[in-house]
């Protein structure tokens, strides 16, 4: 594409293993640094997304470009913000991408509520519970639920997390994987008891 733009190649930036869901990124910060400082007249990057699944952020880059008389050359999309009509099409193409993305995660939200409610697992299984022997469901735990009654007990009647945690100990209660009690675990116990099994 450089030889296409009939440019010389400055230099080519790789952020691999890094997500494109914000500018957090050390190639990215690089190319800006590079943008800022008038050092380079085009980006070309493989493809809209690679750089940027943001509107709001690739508003942000393609202003900053504007400011610098940068243009943004996307491979993959054949667009160039060079043109007032590449930058408009590059700014819709980003929105879609950013909408895919929201609409997806809410799917996923929605598939995990459902599992929820139908009482089957999903992730780890919080205190208090166990996976039922079918594999796919999660049921109560008759000793981890003896615990989270005690540890429940002893909040009504005005425990700190601390005392709570030495009290388990005191009567030789231990946590699933078997330690002694730290405030730190019955933390996590109380605020999982009000959260999502």
């Known amino acids: 594409m450089a030889t296409v733009q009939g440019a010389e190649l400055f230099e080519v930036i790789v952020d691999g293993g890094e997500s494109a869901k914000n500018l957090n990124r050390p190639g990215l910060q690089r190319l800006l640094g ?3 400082s008038g050092k380079v007249e085009a980006v070309i990057i ?3 997304d690679r750089l940027t699944r943001s509107v709001k952020d690739l508003c942000s ?4 470009f504007e400011k610098r008389s940068v243009a943004l050359i996307s491979v993959a999309e054949s667009l160039d913000t060079a043109s007032a009509a590449g930058r408009l099409v590059i700014t819709i193409m980003a929105a879609v991408s950013q909408w895919e993305r929201e609409a997806i995660g809410e799917r996923t939200r929605d598939a995990l509520r459902h599992k929820r409610t139908s009482g089957e697992r999903v ?3 919080r205190f ?3 996976l039922s022997p079918d594999g796919k469901h999660v049921e109560p735990d008759p000793g981890e639920q003896g615990v989270l009654t005690e ?3 002893l909040r009504q009647s005005g425990h700190t997390m601390r005392g709570i945690a030495a009290a388990l100990n005191g009567k030789a ?3 699933r994987c078997g330690s002694a009690w730290r405030l730190e675990h019955v933390a996590r116990i109380i605020k999982q008891a009000t959260g999502p099994r």
């Open 123 to 125: 992730g780890n299984i």
């Open 128 to 130: 208090g519970f166990r």
């Open 173 to 175: 209660l231990r946590t």
């Open 34 to 36: 590079l943008v800022d």
């Open 46 to 48: 493989a493809k809209l």
């Open 61 to 64: 880059l393609l202003e900053l």
């Open 151 to 153: 540890i429940g007990h």
